[in-house]
Structures are given as structure tokens and as C-alpha cells.
């Protein structure tokens, strides 16, 4: 299995990307624990340094399997249910900004919280349109390109449009695009998923990238999800892509980061072995 971890290209309030500051520095750091790629959360790609991002990543010879766009719902306010048409096309307009990174790293759009939440002002069924509307000009403009796009189901604390995997799934079902796949983050499906396993096997070939982070937030091991149950049912559907470490940086980044992939490793070994 092929592990990656978040990093942010720019200073961020999100505080489960465990990586931020010089981003050389952190790069290399990241290789140096033993992962094969990094995650990058990226606010804006407009204002990002593309060729040394694309210099320093192929000095440590790391992959992008996804790229995250919630930077710009957390830092922007973006989304594509805002009641003001405007700020709802800001939002398709980031994502469309995307796609050429996207295509040159090969890395997976992740959209989360930048689909929005449901305010008071505005009908269910209202913003669900607007962010069906979204989501198909997203994924046809990114098609063109080979790119694909990973929906994540959030929790219902951050969120109360689709935070299931079942609802999710239904939703990529009406946008009907074979790039729209599912992001599956271990720290929400424990809130929201009545089976972690089973809503991993219920996505299927459908799941395009996979957090990990423990009940809490920390990293795998630091509270009570049951990983060897989580990995026997990511290994079981046939998932090839990498597992990425979005928590908290508890005690600090490097520990966090290590002692969550040497966790991951151990476990992969003894269901190989178990085998």
C-alpha cells in the first residue's frame, strides 16, 4: 500500500493538515519518514510557485495522489451553495483552477467543504441543485483534462448536506460522470457510518482516495477505530490508491506523522501475513 501525507502549500487554519510552513523543508521531511507521496491542500493555484512545487516534489521523488480545496470554504468562504450567485461561481472557478495542476501531477480533486453547508435562508432542495449544477460543469471541464474528482462525505457536526457514504453515492449517481468518484475519510465515517467496513465495501471501485485519521483525530492508533478491520475492507475491495494522513499534529507533526504510518505499516503486515 502506498502511504501520503497532507501538506499544505500555504499557512492555514486547518489544523488536521499536520504539515504547513516552508514547504522544501517539509517535503523532504515527509520523505524522509518513509511515505511515497504528499496530499496537497492548496488555497489558491493562482498564487502558488507551480515549477518549484513541481522542482521540489521530483527532488524527493514524491507522487500528488490529491489535491484538497478546502483552503478556500476554510480561509475564502467559497462554496457552491452561497446564496450569492457570485461567491457560488468563485467557487466552481477555483475548482476549474485546479485542473491543469491536477492533470500534470495526476493528483485527484478532493471537494469537501467547498460544496458548502445548508443555511437558513435556503431550501435543501435549492442548494442541493446548486451544487448538483457545480459538480457537473467541475466534472466535465476536468474530464477534458483526465482528471479526476473525489466527493468526501462530512460529517454532519461541519455539515448537514450528504455525510454519508450511501447519500454520497447516490449524489455521484445524479451527476452521472465516470471522473466523480468518492474520497472516504476515516475520522467522519466513524460519526456517521453505522459500519466503516461496510460503507468502504458499498463504495467500491467508486472510492478515489482514502484519509485516515483515528476516532479523534489523531493519528491511527491514538483512539478506538478498529484499523485492521478498516484495512482488511480497503484490501478486500480492491483499492490500489494511497492512504493519506489527514489529523491533528499532536505532539508535533513528525511524531504524529511517523508513529500513524509505522501503526498503518504493522497492521498491513499482519493481514499479509494472516493471509
Known amino acids: ?9 500555504n499557512p492555514a487554519k486547518f489544523d488536521a493538515v499536520p504539515f504547513k510552513g516552508d514547504f522544501e523543508v517539509n ?19 493562482e498564487i502558488i510557485d507551480k515549477e518549484e512545487i513541481f522542482r521540489i516534489l521530483d527532488e524527493a521523488g514524491m507522487g500528488v495522489p490529491a489535491i484538497g480545496t478546502g483552503q478556500a470554504w ?11 450567485s457570485a461567491v457560488r461561481k468563485k467557487a466552481v472557478d477555483r475548482v476549474l483552477s485546479h485542473i491543469d495542476f491536477a492533470s500534470k501531477t495526476g493528483g485527484t480533486i478532493i471537494i469537501g467543504l467547498l460544496r458548502g453547508i445548508l443555511r437558513a435562508e435556503v431550501s435543501a432542495e435549492r ?9 457537473e460543469i467541475c466534472c466535465c471541464e476536468a474530464e477534458k483534462e483526465g482528471v479526476k474528482i473525489a466527493f ?18 447516490k449524489f455521484i449517481d445524479r451527476i452521472g460522470s465516470d471522473n466523480l468518484g468518492m474520497l472516504l475519510d476515516t475520522f467522519h465515517m466513524n460519526i456517521e457510518e453505522p459500519s466503516i467496513e461496510e460503507s468502504i465495501k458499498l463504495a ?12 479523534n483525530r489523531l493519528y491511527p492508533g491514538g483512539g478506538h477505530i478498529d484499523f485492521k478491520s478498516v484495512l482488511k475492507a480497503v484490501f478486500d475491495i480492491g483499492y ?22 509505522k501503526y498503518l505499516k504493522q497492521i498491513e503486515k499482519e493481514i499479509k501475513e494472516e493471509k
Open 27 to 45: 517535503v523532504k521531511k515527509i520523505a524522509e519518514l518513509g511515505f511515497n507521496g504528499v496530499e496537497l491542500a492548496i488555497r489558491d493555484p
Open 152 to 169: 468526501e462525505p462530512i460529517n454532519r457536526y461541519e455539515t448537514s448536506l450528504l455525510n454519508s457514504v450511501e447519500d454520497g453515492l
Open 240 to 261: 490500489t490508491g494511497f492512504l493519506s494522513g489527514e489529523h491533528r499534529p499532536d505532539p508535533e507533526p513528525a511524531i504524529a506523522a511517523i508513529n500513524g504510518l
Open 74 to 84: 476554510g480561509e475564502e468562504g467559497l462554496s457552491f451553495t452561497d446564496p450569492d
Open 127 to 135: 442548494a442541493e441543485s446548486w451544487m448538483k449544477e457545480a459538480f
Open 204 to 215: 467500491g471501485d467508486r472510492m478515489f482516495h482514502f484519509h485516515y485519521a483515528d476516532s
Open 1 to 9: 500500500m502506498k502511504y501520503s501525507m497532507c501538506l499544505s502549500t
